[in-house]
């Protein structure tokens, strides 16, 4: 929700957002591309474009933004959904509450598939600040410069430009045992035998089983890209911590993922991606606080 887009000297203003906290969507855990600058706003790079975000009063500014890509940055932040909608529903529960309380500004972006699912084929068993190292590598290893205030940044690989690269290079990056998933997977999206653009038009059930095909993709890496590149906000990955507070909160301590996900979409239904990142950004905050 946005009432206008207007120029000024050295981008795009987007006026009157709400529901919009740049912390809070780029430091949730649902991207790896964007980092806080010391007065507080955030540079990133999506879908080969390079922008410093910052908000003032209610309006969000895309320095570097280009006014025919308002579209773009408008789909890209969420910004035609209702979040406080989501949010009344959602904080019916208790739990939730809560969690919304902590990260009321969180917004799901629409994030590029390619990149979403290397992304996350390098966050099986890893940690975020070694997620993003690895992305940031390849993307200089592998992408497109571009320049944003002189400076240089680097563009997300398309699947082409990752073709030649071997098991060794992408070690070098930093993806370890993953790296030849990362060098089978691109090959096969090269070679056409699993079509994304038909799964993401799939109901998220059959759409996650179809992703699974590719390597290094298991239910929980399959249900973020699903979310965060492909619009499936009824569904709900279920990691460590999203286990720990469900476990926690909503469930036996011994239910396995399988359950906790079907508890998760079966409760909060077609806003059970929302659910699971508000949890997901308040349980990292509760930390050991849990047991
Ligand atoms: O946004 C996320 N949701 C869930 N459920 N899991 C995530 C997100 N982001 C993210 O990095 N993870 C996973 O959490 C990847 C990795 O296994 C771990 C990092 O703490």
Not at 45 to 69: C, M, Q, T, W
């Amino acid at each position: 929700m946005y009432k206008e887009v207007v120029k000024y000297e050295k981008g795009i203003v987007l006026k009157d957002v709400r529901d919009f906290e740049l912390k809070h969507i780029f430091d949730c855990g649902q991207c790896f591309r964007w980092n806080e600058e010391p007065d507080g706003s955030y540079i990133g790079v999506a879908s080969k474009k390079a922008v410093r975000i910052s908000k003032k009063h209610e309006d969000i500014y895309i320095h570097g933004g280009k006014f025919e890509d308002a579209d773009f940055w408008i789909s890209y932040l969420d910004l035609n959904r209702d979040y406080k909608k989501i949010k009344e529903v959602l904080s019916k529960d208790k739990i939730l509450m809560e969690a919304i309380k902590h990260g009321e500004g969180i917004r799901i972006l629409n994030q590029e598939i390619f990149e979403t699912i290397i992304s996350f084929i390098i966050s099986a068993n890893n940690r975020i600040p070694m997620i993003k190292r690895a992305v940031e590598n390849i993307s200089k290893r592998f992408g497109e410069e571009i320049l944003l205030d002189n400076k240089i940044y680097y563009t997300f690989p398309s699947p082409e430009e990752l073709k030649n690269a071997t098991v060794d290079d992408l070690k070098n990056c930093g993806c370890g045992f993953r790296a030849e998933y990362i060098v089978e997977t691109t090959r096969q999206i090269l070679d056409g035998n699993v079509n994304l653009n038909e799964i993401k038009t799939m109901p998220t059930d059959k759409a996650q089983k179809e992703l699974m095909n590719l390597k290094g993709i298991g239910p929980k890496v399959a249900d973020c890209i699903l979310l965060f590149s492909m619009g499936k906000h009824d569904a709900f990955p279920v990691d460590v911590w999203v286990k720990r507070v469900m476990q926690h909160f909503y469930l036996a301590p011994d239910v396995n993922l399988a359950k906790i996900r079907e508890y998760g979409r079966n409760t909060f239904g077609e806003y059970a991606g929302f659910a699971q990142q508000y949890l997901f950004y308040y349980v990292r905050e509760l930390k050991g606080k849990l047991e």
